[in-house]
Each structure stands twice: as C-alpha cells, then as structure tokens.
Nanobody, 119 residues
Framework: VQLQASGGGLVQPGGSLRLSCEVSGTTLDRYGIAWFRQAPGKEREWVSCISSGDDETNYASSVKGRFTISRNSAGNTVYLQMNSLKPEDTAVYYC?????????????WGQGTQVTVSS
C-alpha cells in the first residue's frame, strides 16, 4: 500500500486547507486511516482518525471542531479538512493506513505534507 499525502501549503491564521491521502492500485475501505503531525522539535502527535466499516471519526482535542476527516466515494482518498487554522497547527502532516487481520496489524505511512500557518 503506497500512500500519497498532498494539499499542504502556506496559509494565514484563520484560513483553511484540505489535505488528501490517496492510494493507488487499491482502496482504503478496509483500512482505518489516521492523520498525525510533527512540528519542529516535537514528537509526532495523533490528529484524527476514521475507522473502517462504520467510518467512526475521532479528533484530538486541539483540533476538534476545526478539522474534519472523511473518505471519498471511490474509496481511494481520505481528506482532512482544516478550518480556522492557527500558527500552532504548523507541522508536517502524515497519513497512516492501518489494517487489522487475524495475522496482526499492518501500518503504512505517506511521505508527509508541510502545513505552515503564518501571517
């Protein structure tokens, strides 16, 4: 599974961006998808996730109410809509796809996309 994260960029405080996590050659329906971020000098932190099957979503308290995670109808892309962005949202954002089977859990990572919130 190869994931391609995109959509990052430079935005002013209060602005919006939509990140995409796209897979080619398969679909993500069976995978739980999560977004993580890592700011300079800080550890990677979990941001949001969407489960496989029922598409239950969860958010870190720091982004709840501002970010929305969703899947597209084709099943090959997961989005992270980020609104009301703050300077503290500046980080490299990574998408993660995880699959749990009888054999255990497998994790796959995208390459990261830079989000910079600055005036």
């Amino acid at each position: 599974v190869q994931l391609q994260a995109s959509g990052g960029g430079l935005v002013q405080p209060g602005g919006s961006l939509r990140l995409s996590c796209e897979v080619s050659g398969t679909t993500l329906d069976r995978y739980g998808i999560a977004w993580f971020r890592q700011a300079p000098g800080k550890e990677r932190e979990w941001v949001s996730c969407i489960s496989s099957g029922d598409d239950e979503t969860n958010y870190a308290s720091s982004v709840k109410g501002r970010f929305t995670i969703s899947r597209n109808s084709a099943g090959n892309t997961v989005y992270l809509q980020m609104n009301s962005l703050k300077p503290e949202d500046t980080a490299v954002y990574y998408c993660n796809a995880n699959l749990v089977t009888g054999g255990g859990r497998s994790d796959y990572w995208g390459q990261g996309t830079q989000v910079t919130v600055s005036s």
